[in-house]
């Protein structure tokens, strides 16, 4: 255990309250947890990949981060009429 | 060096968990917005140091600054369309306009209170 997965420990704990968001209340607050839920990831995903000493990996949270910009794009989309 | 990694790495979680906390307190979707951007913007940086210490000038780094420079972009782009898909959402139009009266103000907010 080193102090990078340490960290992902921590950050990894943060899935919870933004699963509370997206999981309860009205549309628009679930679309702000899942847009912090894609943020979380993000940074979870640099903080496993440095832990397990695989700095190849790096582009799994490059993907992730520009993939989040298109869903909370189109979640906004939608929400302004359809859902 | 390790200690400078711990004191980093300690911000990037304390920036996540702020933010998550914020967002959870916030009374509207639209205050709880602005908590995105402490682990976007705060966390991405102080990430970009930790791996910097860690690795030196690689490509680690040089992704590492990507993913950073994209979240504090992304972040405000996103961030900026859900506002404005919220306010269509509730008023119809998101340009300003007469009929709108005072500012609008989410029911319950402390605002519409005073």
């Not at chain 1, 899942?34 to 993000?42: A, H, N, P, W």
């Not at chain 2, 995105?36 to 600054?65: D, H, N």
């Amino acid at each position: 255990m080193n102090v990078w997965l340490l960290a992902s420990c921590a950050v990894g704990l943060c899935l919870v309250p933004c699963a509370a968001m997206c999981l309860q209340g009205s549309p628009e607050r679930r679309l702000v947890g899942l847009e912090m839920t894609g943020t979380i990831v993000t940074l979870l995903l640099v903080l496993l990949t440095m832990g397990f000493h695989r700095p190849i990996l790096m582009d799994l949270p490059l993907t992730v981060a520009i993939m989040s910009l298109a869903a909370g794009l189109v979640f906004a989309r939608f929400l302004e009429k359809q859902l | 060096m390790h200690t400078a990694l711990a004191i980093l790495l300690g911000g990037v979680a304390a920036m996540c968990w702020l933010g998550c906390i914020g967002m959870l307190r916030m009374k509207t979707p639209t205050e709880a917005l602005h908590y995105l951007a402490l682990p976007a913007g705060f966390g991405a940086m102080f990430l970009v140091a930790a791996v910097s210490i860690e690795e030196g000038w690689s490509s680690a780094t040089a992704k590492m600054i990507l993913i950073a420079v994209l979240m504090l972009a992304f972040n405000s782009v996103v961030a900026h369309a859900t506002a404005r898909a919220l306010r269509v959402r509730a008023l119809g139009h998101w340009q300003p306009s007469p009929e709108d009266g005072v500012e609008y103000l989410p029911a319950g907010s402390d605002e519409e209170r005073r």
